[in-house]
């Protein structure tokens, strides 16, 4: 696959951002990764109950959001690579799509949530329901979190010329939307297509 | 505008939004048939795909230093891994 080549030989290798946001990045894959361990296991002991309660989900909600995160995500790439060629209102112009996106991801949570509400799905229906809020929610905490650095981050790129600790404030919040991201891209898989 | 398409953080984008699809077509049956159980492993796997790409060349994982990347690609391996076991041993 062409996107899958390594890095190019001679390249120094580079620490995106703080050492501590990687700890904190792995902290926090941890707890999704007992989460979604969990889950799946509890799917495994009663699969007939889980499946008959995927079946009520709106599947287009979860890929419209998969769509929104993953743009998101490119949209903050783009913009840390502007950044890094001083075109700093070009950064800000992405960090500001790559918020948007984020934006609409959290609308179309609260539409969902209010959908499954108003027809009695809630966190006490049944075991997958528990999981679809408790696993959809820390995710949407993160989310909330997330747009916060966004929003810093793009006020961040206003120094001109950026300095070594502007990139690495960019980095580090960049490296924190992108973990959000990737957790997404699991629990769609987990909660709307396991069958 | 140019310049933007022929970025590898676009090309990686375009790629998981393709990656994204095709995932949606074989959780709704796509090409597997009454073979769900397959359609599912291939799910699991086509997200952990999506994960890495995102690890490499999102957060730039890819020229980082290599027990950091290594350790990225540790947990991809083994939480796939255990998902699909306890998942094909509860279908």
């Known amino acids: ?195 | 505008m140019r310049s933007l398409f022929s970025l590898r953080v676009t090309l990686v984008w375009i790629f998981l939004m393709l990656a994204t699809a095709l995932s949606w077509g074989f959780g709704h049956g796509l090409g597997f048939g009454s073979h769900y159980r397959y359609a599912t492993v291939a799910v699991v796997i086509i997200a952990f795909i999506k994960v890495r790409f995102v690890f490499l060349d999102f957060m730039e994982l890819r020229t980082a230093p290599l027990p950091l990347r290594l350790t990225f690609e540790t947990w991809t391996v083994f939480v796939s891994g255990a998902l699909i076991v306890l998942y094909w041993q509860g279908a």
Not at chain 1, 21 to 31: N, P, Q, R, S, T
Not at chain 1, 130 to 136: D, K, N, R, V
Not at chain 1, 183 to 190: K, T
């Open chain 1, 1 to 195: 696959m062409a996107v899958a080549e390594d890095a190019p030989p001679g390249v120094r290798p580079h620490l995106p951002g703080e050492a501590g946001i990687w700890v904190f990045i792995l902290g926090d894959m941890l707890i999704f990764a007992s989460l979604f361990i969990v889950f799946v296991y509890y799917r495994g002991q009663d699969v007939a109950l889980y499946a008959d309660a995927q079946r009520t989900l709106n599947q287009h909600y979860g890929a419209l959001n998969t769509f929104l995160m993953l743009t998101s995500s490119w949209c903050v790439a783009l913009a840390l690579n502007a950044a890094r060629a001083q075109r700093n209102y070009s950064s800000r112009r992405f960090f500001m799509l790559g918020m948007l996106c984020g934006v609409g991801f959290v609308g179309v949570k609260f539409f969902e949530y209010r959908e499954k509400i108003r027809a009695g799905f809630t966190l006490t229906t049944n075991d997958f329901y528990m999981y679809y809020y408790m696993l959809t929610g820390l995710h949407l905490m993160h989310v909330l979190l997330g747009l916060g650095v966004l929003a810093y981050l793009r006020q961040v790129a206003h120094a001109a010329p950026l300095s070594v600790q502007n990139f690495t404030a960019l980095e580090s919040g960049a490296s924190f939307w992108h973990m959000v991201d990737m957790l997404w891209i699991v629990l769609f898989a987990l909660l709307y297509l396991l069958r």
